[in-house]
């Protein structure tokens, strides 16, 4: 046997080789002569410095992580592409002239591929785009546009950005007619269209997208509304028929009075257009000339019977307009030419579901993206084959403090459901047993209950105490699901003979006391007596009103107590009535109808899918200015001495768009009294726009202090805010504020423009007075200010 044959195998070369290494010999070895061998014998002699070893590492380290990168890029983009969205969006301004020459001005936010053809998506609103809504707007936009749609949104006519005289409230009949014209000019003129197009819009706009479907456009073929109003009268400038003007009405009346963007000059066209109060009312003025449900009202009042094309409604138990969503679906899911509606119905108020502060959220900008796109661009993306209604079943809560959130710091929890609508398996509990109670009602109270049985706060135990109370069913045997209204019958009387607002709640009472406003109603009698010839009651007289509270869901425990509380005065939300009087409420001949409704559960529950990737951010944050930021103040104060009560409420509002740093306030002082029928309510809007700020615009230089940006918004919110003075009761000092001497203002244009509306009351009339003021760096408007008296209306 050889002497290479003896060693085996490659193994035990290698490790002989180890213990030739280890000898630090250099001795040739038989084994390693010849070719082959020599090479191995380099190769395992060969030592690495320290450096070489760093190299190699870092080498194959950025080698793995290049290969790591590209794979989540391509696992991003095969996400994404399974998502339908896009990564690769533009925005740019685009104007639209309409038939009568006037032009409006919008944004278009749309993928870049053009060579794509994609549905257009229109909305149309008053709450500016270029600043006030351009955050809002801009996240709308680019989430939908991401998915594979074309986003046209448009300043209304006369507001923002677009010339013309603004709107007497808050929209007018030419914005649906130009609404119309849009629809068609979306489909020809808007680069990349595929001819389709959809109309969208929240609050106010989403109103307006239904107004303007119901004309039937020629190439609309689908419509999202968020919270809309069916009856803009019933819902929203008199709520329940009770004349209130609220703080999102005096933000719409300072929005309105705005300079045009994005120079935000004080000229000619200003004054004749938005700031002559002669040439245009304030819009409460308008309110208070239609204090009943005359012809003025029709423009804002939905007639679904025009509407032909799908309909998806979006509808929240925290805002005024919950009811006119199911009402909305039952008119139009009986229409035969709409092929579907959908409705959804969560615990939102004013926003978009992903955005809302209570629970249930989820992605609803995608859900919307699929709606239009299976109805526009022929993608089936199943909504023919779900269910037309999905219901959020909110779960009992414990409330927070008097003045504290509605909420618990851990949100609410509940269950979504696919629903019929009506639920045909709802059982309705009846009760009608009870007593006679009396009591004498102050008409101050109720700033608890909030602007739109919302409620400011979700406890009303303290409420109760000087309320009618009635506890339907003491101890619940076993768990009541609530869903739908609450219809019932209230024999009733006065010891005046002055008309009545009746406020019904109905109440969750927990074991350990605590209150949960559940939903509730308020029957104003002049309204209920819509009839002229109706005979009023006379005093002391018993008769019976008829009623409907909102709808809502909720869980009643077992061993909870359901209640029913009756006041005279929500103060939050309508104008008080007569106080001093005894009323009275028979129970034994009142009934309550509650529709209850056991969940589905297991397989036969019906639980939707929604879509619940993307954060819904925007591509590019263009509030990325250092100073973006909001704050709320709500504040219940009793005057010891004064006898009075008062509803302090404030919001403020900074962002940066098209480089203007925009700072807007609005607030709110309701002070009722405990003697009679008065009340006062004073509101001051203000903003403050500096021109040529941009986010890389620096804030104080290095060693200075004190003298630019961020101490002129600071100073600001300090007036605008409300701030405690005494024992609990507190101020606006927000009224007749100026810009703070600042470097900014050295270094910017600016305009500050502000508006103050006052309204007293006796039982026989309102009195108003309103006024603006408008001044920049280079001159000051004479301040506009008119009063008015207007007769109650049985307000």
Not at 622 to 630: D, Q
Request: proline share 6%; hydrophobic share 35%; charged share 15%.
């Amino acid at each position: 046997m050889s002497s290479l044959d003896s060693y085996g195998t490659d193994e035990y070369l290698v490790n002989d080789k180890r213990e030739m290494n280890g000898n630090r010999s250099n001795d040739a070895h038989p084994l390693f002569s010849g070719t082959h061998n020599d090479y191995l014998a380099k190769k395992e002699a060969k030592t690495m410095t320290p450096a070489e070893r760093f190299v190699s590492i870092f080498f194959w380290v950025a080698v793995l992580s290049a290969v790591m990168l590209v794979s989540i890029v391509i696992a991003s983009l095969v996400l994404q592409s399974r998502q339908n969205r896009l990564v690769s969006i533009t925005s740019f301004p685009q104007s639209f002239r309409m038939s009568d020459g006037n032009v409006l001005n919008g944004i278009v936010t749309r993928p870049l591929n053009v060579k794509v053809a994609r549905p257009v998506l229109l909305e149309m609103t008053s709450k500016r785009l270029g600043d006030a809504s351009a955050a809002e707007s801009w996240r709308v936009a680019t989430e939908l546009a991401s998915r594979g749609l074309i986003v046209v949104q448009v300043d209304t006519y006369g507001s923002g950005s677009n010339n013309g005289p603004r709107a007497t409230y808050p929209f007018s009949a030419i914005d649906i007619a130009y609404g119309v014209e849009l629809v068609g000019q979306c489909a020809s003129a808007v680069t990349g269209g595929n001819g389709h197009v959809g109309v969208f819009g929240l609050g106010i706009d989403a109103t307006l997208a239904i107004l303007v479907a119901q004309r039937s456009p020629e190439k609309l073929g689908a419509v999202v509304s968020l919270h809309p109003a069916d009856d803009w009268f019933w819902l929203d400038a008199f709520k329940d028929g009770n004349f209130q003007p609220d703080l999102y009405q005096f933000m719409a009346e300072q929005l309105a009075t705005l300079p045009q963007s994005p120079n935000y000059q004080l000229d000619q066209d200003y004054i004749n257009w938005r700031y002559n109060m002669s040439l245009s009312e304030p819009f409460v003025f308008t309110l208070l000339q239609h204090q009943r449900h005359d012809t003025f009202w029709n423009t804002f009042s939905v007639d679904p019977s025009g509407i032909k094309v799908p309909v998806y409604l979006i509808g929240g138990i925290y805002n005024a307009h919950k009811d006119a969503t199911l009402n909305l679906y039952s008119a139009l899911a009986a229409n035969p030419a709409i092929s579907k509606v959908k409705v959804v119905l969560g615990p939102f108020g004013f926003q978009w579901p992903e955005e809302g502060p209570y629970g249930g959220n989820f992605n609803s900008r995608a859900d919307v993206a699929n709606w239009f796109k299976q109805w526009l661009s022929d993608d089936d993306d199943g909504f023919l084959r779900e269910p037309d209604v999905t219901m959020y079943y909110r779960n009992y809560f414990i409330p927070g403090s008097s003045e504290g959130p509605i909420t618990p710091p851990g949100g609410m929890t509940g269950y979504w459901r696919y629903e019929g609508w009506p639920i045909q398996r709802t059982y309705t509990e009846i009760y009608r047993e009870g007593s006679l109670k009396t009591a004498s009602l102050d008409s101050s109270l109720s700033f608890e209950l909030g602007s739109a049985w919302g409620p400011l706060t979700g406890n009303t135990t303290a409420l109760d105490s000087q309320s009618i109370t009635f506890d339907l069913q003491p101890d619940v045997p076993v768990t009541l699901w609530l869903n739908g209204f609450v219809d019932f019958s209230l024999n009733v009387s006065a010891s005046v003979s002055s008309l009545v607002n009746w406020n019904v709640r109905l109440e969750d009472v927990s074991p350990t006391g605590d209150v949960s406003l559940v939903t509730g109603c308020s029957l104003n009698e002049a309204m209920v007596r819509t009839n002229p010839n109706a005979t009023i009651p006379a005093s002391g007289s018993w008769h019976t009103l008829f009623g409907r509270m909102h709808y809502t869901t909720f869980k009643f425990m077992e061993g909870h107590t359901i209640r029913v509380a009756i006041t005279t005065a929500a103060s939050g939300m309508q104008w008080s009535s007569s106080a001093g009087a005894k009323f009275s409420v028979d129970f034994s001949t009142s009934t309550f109808n509650l529709p209850t409704v056991q969940p589905r559960t297991g397989l036969l529950a019906r639980v939707p899918k929604f879509t619940t990737v993307s954060p819904s951010k925007p591509f590019v944050d263009i509030t990325g200015f250092p100073y973006n930021r909001t704050f709320a103040v709500n504040a219940i104060a009793t005057g010891p001495t004064t006898g009075t009560t008062s509803w302090l409420s404030s919001q403020g509002t900074y962002s940066n768009a098209n480089d203007a740093l925009f700072v807007g306030f609005v607030g709110q002082n309701i002070t009722t009294s405990a003697q009679g029928a008065k009340m006062q309510h004073t509101s001051s809007a203000t903003h403050v726009i500096l021109t040529g700020v941009s986010s890389n615009t620096p804030d104080d230089p290095p060693g200075i202090g004190t003298l630019y940006l961020h101490d002129l918004l600071d100073q600001l919110q300090t007036q605008y805010t409300y701030g405690a003075v005494g024992q609990g009761v507190s101020t606006n000092s927000a009224a007749g504020a100026v810009p703070i001497p600042n470097l900014a203002l050295d270094r910017h244009h600016w305009v500050q423009v502000t508006t103050t509306t006052t309204i007293t009351s006796d039982d026989i009339n309102f009195y108003v007075t309103s006024t603006r003021d408008a001044k920049s760096g280079t001159q000051t408007l004479p301040t506009q200010s008119a009063s008015r008296v207007f007769p109650r209306d049985g307000h």
